[in-house]
Every structure is written in C-alpha cells, then in structure tokens.
C-alpha cells in the first residue's frame, strides 16, 4: 500500500480558491491511478477528481466539472486538486486514494477500486 497525507485544507469565502495537496510514501507513486474524494457531515462518501498514473487522462463529478482540476507531478510524489469558484456546498473532510492497480489507463470514480487513504483534510466553505 502506499501511505498519503493531504495537506492545504481550511476555511475560505464562497467563490474562493483552495489548493490541496497529497505527498504520498513508496516508489510505486508513479505508477498508481489517483483520486480525491470527499465526505459531508452526515452524508456518504463522494467522488470529487481522479487522474491515470501518467496524468494523461482525469475523471470529474458533475458538481465539481469546470471548477476543480486534478494534477500530479510523479517526480515529487504528489496529486493535487486546485478548487476554484468553491461554494458551501464543497464543505466536507477531503480524502486522497491511491489504487492498487498498476498503470491503469482509465482512472475510477469508485472509491472500492481503492486501497490506500489518508487521513483527509478538512474545507469549509462559508457564504
């Protein structure tokens, strides 16, 4: 498994951007599919962005389409999810996952398609 650590959450205005970022640990990174995901209080786990092992090929949900982007820069070990426009309904713990697979062409959108979590990072968008 590789070991994430997400980093950049924090409180911010409605229309604000937010940066996140997750350092993952092992020499398998580079070869792994990415996603973020990302749990409101009360409500179940939902996918945000998820990006193919060379970077080549991003997945969105609809209420994020347009306003959140999805990178990875393999040589640092790092996935980020730059969130623009954020509106309150964007609050919610934000969670990194790595998939086991390797050199998987098309990333997934299913969170059971991965293995490896951090602890996530919370966003709380104010209006």
């Known amino acids: 498994q590789v070991q994430l650590v997400e980093s950049g959450g924090g409180l911010v205005q409605a229309g604000g951007s937010l940066r996140l970022s997750c350092a993952a640990s092992?020499?398998?990174?580079?070869?792994?599919?990415m996603g973020w995901f990302r749990q409101a209080t009360g409500k179940e786990r939902e996918f945000v962005a998820a990006?193919?092992?060379?970077?080549?090929?991003?997945l969105y949900a609809e209420s994020v389409k347009g306003r959140f982007t999805i990178s990875r820069d393999n040589a640092k070990n790092s996935v980020y999810l730059q969130m623009n426009s954020l509106k309150p309904e964007d609050t919610a713990v934000y969670y990194c996952?790595?998939?086991?697979?390797?050199?998987?062409?098309?990333?997934?959108?299913?969170?059971?398609?991965?293995?490896?979590w951090g602890q996530g990072t919370q966003v709380t968008v104010s209006s």
């Open positions: 996952a790595a998939d086991p697979a390797n050199w998987r062409t098309n990333p997934s959108s299913r969170s059971g398609d991965y293995d490896s």
């Open positions: 092992g020499r398998t990174f580079s070869s792994k599919a």
């Open positions: 990006i193919n092992w060379s970077g080549g090929k991003m």
